[in-house]
């Protein structure tokens, strides 16, 4: 299993549409053959705050991921209303 965690900061003023925008990748994202899991978590002290937990079955499938036409089209969207960079960084698991 691969997981990357993706800590993402949004502008304020944006984050409805962030909301959106990630719901609808992550509905595409968890039917996607070797995804896991997919869930998306906002800070409650810092609503402009979200991270991103993704796991896939093998390094192909998480590279694969970014390379589908919904991943691609939230990158896009999503690009503006960062208030930073997001930072994805990739996790080896110990359990399960």
């Known amino acids: 299993?691969?997981?990357?965690i993706v800590e993402v900061h949004v502008k304020p003023e944006n984050v409805e549409q962030f909301i959106?925008?990630?719901?609808?990748?992550?509905?595409?994202?968890?039917?996607?053959?070797?995804?896991?899991?997919?869930?998306?978590?906002?800070?409650p002290q810092d609503p402009s705050l979200f991270l991103l937990y993704e796991a896939y079955n093998s390094e192909e499938g998480a590279a694969a991921h970014k390379n589908t036409p919904h991943y691609l089209?939230?990158?896009?969207?999503?690009?503006?209303?960062?208030a930073v960079p997001r930072k994805g960084v990739p996790y080896r698991v110990i359990c399960p």
């Open 20 to 43: 959106g925008a990630t719901i609808e990748n992550h509905k595409a994202s968890v039917r996607e053959r070797k995804n896991m899991r997919f869930d998306v978590l906002q800070s």
């Open 1 to 4: 299993m691969v997981v990357t």
């Open 73 to 82: 089209k939230w990158r896009d969207t999503v690009a503006p209303w960062m």
